[in-house]
């Protein structure tokens, strides 16, 4: 009986402690990824409020992202594996969300003043949990070089 109730008391501390840390370690990690279950539900609702107008709700991009629109500018390409989103590591996919495409020529919007680092580490999470752990694993390489 005091086994129950130390393991009923133990159970509410590490659920409220839960509760306090969103990004704390009791987390559910996706297996073989670098992030939880929890953050690419976060990053898929930033995704669709921030993101799909212009990559689609499934990232899906423009068809054609290969070639320039009628002003000379590339379109939004796939961000689900499709494209070479994978050919960039985090350093690279946080700097463009930030900064957005414009310093390189793009573009793309800047979100460095509505994301925070977090938030969009959780859409990188959301755009990658959308790849197929060949892409993922092709990607994982790069970054960890
Ligand atoms: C207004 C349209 C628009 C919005 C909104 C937008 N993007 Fe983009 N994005 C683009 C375009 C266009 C490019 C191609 C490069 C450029 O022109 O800047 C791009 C490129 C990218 C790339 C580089 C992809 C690659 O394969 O090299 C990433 C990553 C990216 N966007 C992520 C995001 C994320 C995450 C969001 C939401 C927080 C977002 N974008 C919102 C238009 C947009």
Redesign the pocket.
């Known amino acids: 009986m005091r086994y129950l109730v130390r393991l009923v008391l133990l159970s509410t501390v590490i659920v409220s402690l839960n509760a306090c840390a969103p990004d704390g370690p009791f987390e559910t990690p996706v297996a073989g990824r670098w992030y939880t279950v929890e953050q690419v539900a976060r990053g898929e609702e930033l ?1 669709q409020q ?2 799909a ?3 689609g709700s499934q990232g899906q991009g423009t068809a054609d992202w290969r070639k320039t629109d009628a002003n000379g ?5 796939p ?1 689900n594996g499709t ?3 994978w050919h ?1 590591p985090t350093e690279i ?1 946080l700097r ?2 930030e900064k ?2 414009v310093p ?1 020529g ?4 800047a ?1 460095g003043s509505i ?1 925070d680092e977090n938030e969009a580490l959780d ?1 990188i999470s959301h755009f990658q949990s959308l790849w197929t752990d060949d892409v993922y694993d092709r990607w994982l390489e790069i970054e960890s070089r």
């Open positions: 995704f921030y993101c107008t212009c990559h500018d590339y379109p939004p390409p961000l494209a070479h989103t960039h996919l463009t969300i957005g495409g390189l793009g573009v793309m919007p979100f994301l859409v």
